[in-house]
């Protein structure tokens, strides 16, 4: 019996746990109305911020895609965070969201999906790897109908 009632606490106070983290990305994310230009030009002041990097992961013409694994250092970089910042041309909206790099290493020792308009892939890339990576573009990302999606780390 207390068995069962530990387990029911655990669940409650997990529970807890991820409608607090939830509430709190939430709370991190805007989503505006904004005309193509709009999205363009804020697109272009993160794309400015880190001008003289190569991004982390290149989406190729073919469809392939390639980490360079060749830009991360040997020590990592105090991450703060993962942002994102997503075009949805055919709505014309813009959302922009933060999340905290102390819980991206919480799948640290799993390497990261990616999905990206048709493009799905495993990737072999983990939070350890984007902290020796440090702060920059993570994927920069078109579709041909004007969607947008721009990942970077701070």
């Given amino acids: 019996m207390i068995v069962v009632g530990v387990c029911l606490a655990l669940l409650v106070v997990g ?15 805007s989503i505006e109305t904004t005309s193509s230009k709009g999205a363009t030009d804020r697109f272009e002041q993160v794309r400015a ?3 003289d990097r190569t991004p982390y992961i290149e989406l190729r013409s073919s469809g392939v895609l390639k980490v360079h694994h ?3 250092q040997a020590r990592e970089v105090d991450l703060q965070s993962v942002r ?5 041309a055919d ?19 799993s390497p990261f999906s990616l999905k990206l ?7 072999e890339v983990t939070a350890h790897d984007l902290a020796r990576f440090g702060a920059g573009i993570i994927v920069d990302f078109e579709e041909p ?4 999606v721009l990942v970077w780390t701070e």
Avoid: H
């Fill in 15 to 29: 529970m807890a746990l991820a409608g607090g983290f939830a509430y709190y990305i939430f709370r991190q994310t």
């Fill in 49 to 51: 911020r880190f001008k």
């Fill in 70 to 72: 060749e830009l991360e």
């Fill in 84 to 88: 994102i910042l997503a075009w949805d």
């Fill in 91 to 109: 709505d014309n909206r813009l959302a922009e969201t933060s999340i905290p790099f102390w819980f991206v290493r919480l799948k640290a020792s």
């Fill in 117 to 123: 308009g048709r493009v799905s892939r495993d990737l």
């Fill in 145 to 148: 109908g004007g969607t947008r």
